[in-house]
């Protein structure tokens, strides 16, 4: 018998869903056993008994009370909130007009130069802390969390203004026209018919820039020691790791906190992440 329209679309739909299970499995396995381990005694975390899968024993907030009362978390969140949202905001700025420069703005080396940006990016970091070291002592900025105002557009920047050049050189040459005919000039030409043509851009490179922010770890740790300028990453490296002691459920719980803020972005913003990513800005 042969099946209806209606049945056969709902019929895909379902295989469709069905498909995704593993990768949902895979992915989400990750927070799943953080969470899991963070509600978990000691004892139970270094048992080898039973289904480590599951929660055995009674649920325990022992590791949360520890996170927030003995150790300063609450300070390294809100310094890495910070230093991610400033770092973010610069880059944004910083993108937005080198992309739209080198889209838009005719000179010299102009369509060599975004591919010049977006090979720094390639540079690893592990290659560039032992000179940025010397520069943040030069500047006075070492063992604070200030230094990394300078050392996360790095990492940043030469990304995003790539996002930004692919989706300005998208735009059709006749909403430029258009706007000088109207009397417009290159800084309202930006604003009022690139800015809101390349949202879906825009909304990708302010999520990498403050998801590589917030999840930097090498210039943190080899630059800030003091404990009330530590960020996220470095501070609870350093503060639940002994030489070879870990504590896994303060450290387990510390990265579930450390992970909300990032998770909230993109659940509310993973549709605009990926058409950024994925396709250009044609209107």
Request: proline share 5%; hydrophobic share 55%.
């Amino acid at each position: 018998m042969s099946l209806t329209l209606a049945q056969q679309k709902k019929r895909k739909i379902t295989y469709s869903y069905l498909a995704l299970v593993p990768f949902l499995i895979f992915f989400l396995f990750p927070l799943y056993w953080m969470l899991i381990t963070s509600f978990k005694t000691d004892n139970e975390i270094s048992s080898l008994r039973g289904v480590p899968l599951i929660i055995q024993s009674m649920p325990t907030l022992a590791h949360y009370k520890f996170i927030l009362k003995e150790t300063r978390f609450l300070i390294w969140f809100k310094n890495s909130f910070m230093i991610s949202a400033v770092v973010t905001v610069l880059t944004m700025v910083v993108s937005v007009l080198g992309a739209y420069a080198i889209s838009r703005l005719r000179f010299f080396g102009s369509r060599y130069f975004g591919v010049g940006i977006f090979c720094t990016y390639l540079v690893p970091p592990a290659l560039l802390f032992i000179p940025f070291y010397k520069v943040v002592g030069l500047l006075g900025l070492l063992n604070t969390k200030w230094c990394l105002l300078f050392l996360y557009p790095t990492l940043t920047v030469p990304f995003c203004t790539w996002i930004l050049i692919g989706y300005f050189a998208a735009i059709p040459r006749a909403l430029d026209e258009a706007a000088f005919v109207d009397g417009a000039t290159y800084i309202q030409m930006l604003t009022k018919v690139f800015l809101p043509v390349a949202a879906p851009g825009l909304i990708a490179a302010t999520l990498f820039a403050f998801t590589v922010s917030w999840a930097q770890f090498l210039y943190p740790l080899a630059y800030i020691y003091r404990d009330d300028e530590k960020v996220l990453t470095n501070g609870i490296y350093t503060t639940l790791i002994k030489g070879d002691v870990y504590f896994w459920g303060e450290l387990m719980g510390g990265a579930l906190l450390a992970s909300i803020p990032v998770v909230i972005l993109f659940a509310f913003l993973m549709d605009y992440y990926v058409a950024g990513l994925t396709r250009g800005s044609i209107k």
